[in-house]
C-alpha cells in the first residue's frame, strides 16, 4: 500500500481565520492509471492553469493578492497547486478525478481552536502525532490493509533532521501498541516530480477551502458518492477505538 499525503493551512491556534490544518492521504490502487489520467487533465487544461498562475491583481488597490509561478516557471509547466486554483477549475478537477475509480481519498481534519499552547509550539511533533493517531484508527477500523505502507510526502514541508524521527516513530509506535505488525517507509519528495501528491494536494486544498468558505458542497457530495471520500478523521475529537 503507498500514500501519497499532502496538506493544507497552516498548525497555528493563534490565527482567527486558520480554524482547521488538512492533511490528505491519497491510497491508489491503480499508479500508472492515475498517472495517465493526470497528464490529460494537465493537457487538457493547460492555458487555463497557466492563467491561473499569473499574478492576480486587486481592481481597487492594484495589490497583488496572489503571485505567480507556483504552477509555471518561465512559461513551463512544474505542477499542480490547488491555492492557484478558482473555483471552477478545482470543479473541473473533482469532475474529472471522481470519474476513475483508481484511488480513495482519507482527510485528517485538525481544529487548531481545541489545541493547547505547548502541544502547538512544535509543528512537527503535532503533524507526526496526529498522523499516527490517524493511521492507528484506519488501520484498527478496517479502512486501510493491515500491510506493509510506503508514505510520500512533499519535502518542502519538513526539515531535513526531522525525516528519520517519522518512520521510526511510526514502526515503534504502531507495532508497540498492537495496532499492527507490518512496515512503514517514508520518503520525501519534491513534488514537481511526483504527480500523485500534486494530486492530493489539490484534494487538501479543496476540503480546506470547503470548511474556511462553506462552498464547495457539490463537490464534496460527489466525493461522497462515488465513495471516493472513505472517511474525514477528526483531532483531537477522534480517537483510536
Known amino acids: 500500500m503507498t500514500l501519497y499525503i499532502d496538506e493544507s493551512g497552516s ?61 509555471f516557471a518561465r512559461g513551463k509547466f512544474q505542477e499542480l497547486k490547488g491555492s492557484k486554483f478558482d473555483k471552477e477549475m478545482k470543479q473541473r478537477f473533482v469532475e474529472f478525478f471522481s470519474r476513475r475509480q483508481s484511488f480513495e481519498i482519507f482527510y485528517i481534519k485538525i481544529n487548531n481552536e481545541k489545541m493547547s499552547d505547548v502541544f502547538c509550539q512544535n509543528k512537527a511533533r503535532v503533524f507526526n502525532y496526529v498522523l499516527r493517531s490517524a493511521l492507528e484508527y484506519l488501520i484498527k477500523n478496517e479502512y486501510l490493509p493491515n500491510e506493509n505502507c510506503s508514505l510520500q510526502l512533499d519535502e518542502r514541508n519538513e526539515k531535513t533532521d526531522s525525516r528519520m524521527f517519522l518512520v521510526n516513530y511510526l514502526n515503534t509506535e504502531l507495532v508497540m501498541n498492537g495496532t499492527t505488525e507490518a512496515f512503514f517507509n517514508v520518503d520525501y519528495y519534491d513534488s514537481k516530480t511526483n504527480s500523485l501528491i500534486q494530486i492530493a494536494d489539490v484534494f487538501a486544498n479543496l476540503y480546506y477551502s470547503h470548511l474556511k468558505t462553506g462552498g464547495y458542497e457539490e463537490e464534496m457530495k460527489i466525493l461522497n458518492d462515488t465513495g471516493i471520500l472513505r472517511h474525514i478523521f477528526e483531532f483531537p475529537a477522534e480517537l483510536p477505538s
Open 11 to 71: 498548525i497555528n491556534n493563534h490565527m482567527p481565520d486558520n480554524k482547521y490544518f488538512i492533511i490528505a492521504l491519497i491510497n491508489v490502487f491503480g499508479k500508472e492509471s492515475l498517472r495517465k489520467a493526470y497528464k490529460r487533465f494537465v493537457s487538457a487544461n493547460y492555458d487555463r492553469l497557466y492563467k491561473l498562475d499569473c499574478d492576480r491583481v486587486h481592481p481597487q488597490s492594484g495589490k497583488v493578492v496572489k503571485e505567480s509561478g507556483k504552477m
